[in-house]
């Protein structure tokens, strides 16, 4: 009986709101996929949270579905690569498997108070040194710190080695190759990297870092290169060598193929997340952007990148379907902003839980600036969309400041990209162009990429940048002094949305002095 050659590298995209699962060929093209959908669960304002086993079951069916879309058996696989929403939090107990708690969401802001009293006098560059990280809600340490404060009894287990800790790739990985059936308990640098608790430069959990949040060692995961086989997949996937992780922005930018120093992408999504190369050294931030990890492949020494995070873009289309009513459809806003030949004054900050990059500010708020009797909803589509491009400006400009480094152009990807209008706004506030590629799910390609470099499928960056195509290229057209004035008029927008809640200080845990 003749041997089955595997042909097809699948990528396991777990993203905020949905699963999805894409196999692809050996020429890096989507031959099949599947999605479905999660709960968001909303306890508390500000608190947001996922149930892991629910998205475990979706892992499996978008895998199972994706295979017998494309009409391959797992037999037909050469690797599973998986890409994660980061910063999401599981603890779980190692002898049932089960979650002790719903994972605690990236967006969820419970511990804003926790970080504060971390901070002390240090402030938000407590750890920045180390891990290239603000103090922020954001990031999975002081989630953790949380979790082991307020679910009962869950401390005195973590500290005896029964409860694992996790960010979604860890959580998928652990199952994946066996679960409570010696499955394996990794996560790779980039993921680590998004925790507040691994040191940049020793790739290596930082045992001050822990002592300061009160973290056990026990609940901690190996870490990993991004590119490497962790163990083989039991289950639906048997036998097929899970081989790859990374954050799915880290992803999205592997899978632009921004392999080299100075070159970045924006994935356009809820938020948007810009990235920028920085080479073999990891950049210190002066201008309250993030120091991270891209990659690593193997034993390779690791790749770094400065990275802006954009909390709200894609998410503030949603808020004017969903609760403004102003347009029914995602779909219509183009139409709607592009009858008018621009925002008539009008500029909308959507902080609608703070800002992200360059700020960090929860304190600020959304606010509308510039508002007059002229205004109309068309003015107020196109604010809606020229604040994603104004956002992205302030952090591309950031990037530069730290990097010394100038971005020539911008690769994009993600939902907002089928926009135009706001692409050509894009570029236009930059000043570079904007390129859309032909295969627009850069995340789940990234991850694929990774496994299959692992495995063997691909030998080389060289090999997957042949595979990458331009699809669409805007180029800049506005006037400098246009550009120059707009910009200063943006700004002072943002300044108005900041410090509105002045009045309301975080109430204090009373866990650390």
């Not at 396991?12 to 031959?31: E, H, K, W, Y």
């Not at 979650?99 to 002390?120: I, M, Y």
């Not at 300061?212 to 996937?237: C, F, K, N, Q």
């Not at 922005?249 to 970045?264: I, M, R, V």
Request: hydrophobic share 40%; proline share 6%; aromatic share 8%.
């Amino acid at each position: 009986m003749s041997q089955t050659v595997p042909t097809h590298v699948a990528a396991i995209d777990q993203g905020t709101t949905s699963t999805r699962c894409l196999i692809f060929d050996a020429a890096g093209q989507v031959v099949a996929s599947d999605r479905r959908e999660h709960r968001q669960i909303l306890p508390r304002p500000g608190w947001i949270e996922h149930d892991a086993t629910e998205i475990w079951a979706k892992v499996q069916a978008v895998a199972s579905g994706a295979l017998a879309r494309a009409g391959l058996r797992p037999d037909q696989l050469t690797a599973l690569g998986i890409a994660n929403q980061r910063e999401t939090v599981v603890l779980w107990d190692r002898s049932t498997g089960r979650p002790v708690h719903n994972a605690v969401v990236w967006q969820d802001t419970r511990t804003a108070a926790l970080c504060t009293e971390l901070g002390g006098t240090y402030g938000q560059d407590r750890f920045r040194d180390t891990t290239g990280l603000p103090l922020a809600p954001y990031f999975s340490g002081p989630k953790i710190a949380w979790l082991l404060d307020h679910v009962p009894g869950l401390r005195h287990r973590a500290e005896h080695g029964e409860i694992a800790f996790g960010t979604i790739d860890s959580w998928l990985i652990w199952n994946l190759t066996g679960g409570t059936a010696g499955g394996v308990h990794v996560t790779d640098v980039s993921n680590a990297s998004r925790t507040l608790l691994m040191d940049l430069h020793t790739l290596d959990w930082d045992p001050a870092i822990l002592a300061a949040m009160d973290i056990p060692e026990a609940v901690l995961p190996r870490i990993r290169p991004s590119a490497e086989v962790y163990g083989l997949a039991t289950g639906r996937l048997a036998g097929v060598p899970v081989a790859a992780a990374l954050g799915d922005q880290q992803a999205a930018l592997f899978g632009q193929t921004c392999f080299d120093l100075g070159e970045a992408k924006n994935t356009y999504g809820p938020g948007s997340f810009l990235l920028l190369n920085t080479g073999g050294r990891p950049v210190p931030s002066a201008s309250g952007l993030l120091t991270t990890v891209a990659h690593q492949l193997g034993g390779e020494r690791p790749v770094y990148c400065l990275e802006g995070s954009i909390a709200i873009t894609g998410a503030l289309v949603e808020w004017l379907r969903d609760r403004l009513g102003v347009i029914r459809t995602i779909e219509e806003i183009e139409p709607l902003a592009a009858s008018v030949p621009d925002n008539g004054g009008a500029y909308f900050v959507p902080a609608f839980s703070g800002l992200f990059a360059p700020y960090w500010r929860s304190d600020a708020r959304g606010v509308v600036t510039g508002l007059t009797a002229y205004v109309t909803k068309a003015h107020l589509a196109r604010a809606v969309l020229e604040a994603t491009s104004w956002q992205t400006r302030e952090v591309v400009d950031a990037m530069q400041r730290d990097s010394g480094v100038r971005i020539g152009a911008l690769r994009v990807d993600g939902g907002m990209t089928v926009n135009s209008l706001l692409m050509q706004h894009q570029a236009d506030v930059l000043g570079v162009p904007v390129i859309r590629p032909v295969v627009a799910e850069t995340t789940s390609l990234g991850a694929a990429y990774a496994a299959g470099l692992a495995t063997g499928v691909w030998d080389g960056p060289d090999a997957l940048r042949a595979h990458w195509r331009e699809d669409t290229r805007w180029k800049p057209g506005m006037p400098e002094a246009v550009r120059t004035r707009e910009y200063r008029r943006w700004k002072k927008a943002v300044e108005r949305s900041l410090d509105w809640l002045d009045d309301e200080p975080p109430v204090p845990t009373g866990r650390r002095g």
